[in-house]
């Protein structure tokens, strides 16, 4: 059975920092590359950052240097991690994690997390 659970988000001032945290069980999600992304009102979901089985990180240019995606794995449960830090207004958003295939620089996910809103403001 696959699950996804997400956490962490919520309301930060602009230049705070934010954890959000993914765990997917399933076997399936062991050899798996697990990314998240967002989606903004009236935009389209964006991939904002992956990484491969393998340890192989791809970030948007938009969260370069600001962000960092990190993974742990224990038997059948996958925790993917995103660090925010100096977020600004414009990473408001709902945060989904995701489960697929990391085509650096898209992805094709097959799962997805019920999402976590994200917002930025003073």
């Known amino acids: 059975q696959v699950r996804f659970v997400e956490s962490g988000g919520g309301l930060v001032q602009p230049g705070g920092s934010l954890k959000l945290s993914c765990v997917a069980s399933g076997s399936t999600f062991t050899i798996a590359s697990m990314g998240w992304y967002r989606q903004a009102p009236e935009k389209s979901r964006e991939l904002v950052a992956g990484i491969t089985p393998g340890g192989t990180t791809h970030y948007a240019d938009s969260v370069k240097g600001r962000f960092t995606i990190s993974i742990s794995r224990d038997n059948a449960k996958t925790t993917v991690y995103l660090q925010m830090n100096s977020l600004k207004p414009d990473d408001t958003a709902v945060y989904y994690c995701?489960?697929?295939?990391?085509?650096?620089?898209?992805?094709?996910?097959?799962?997805w997390g019920q999402g976590t809103q994200v917002t930025v403001s003073s």
């Open positions: 995701a489960a697929g295939i990391l085509e650096i620089p898209t992805m094709r996910p097959d799962y």
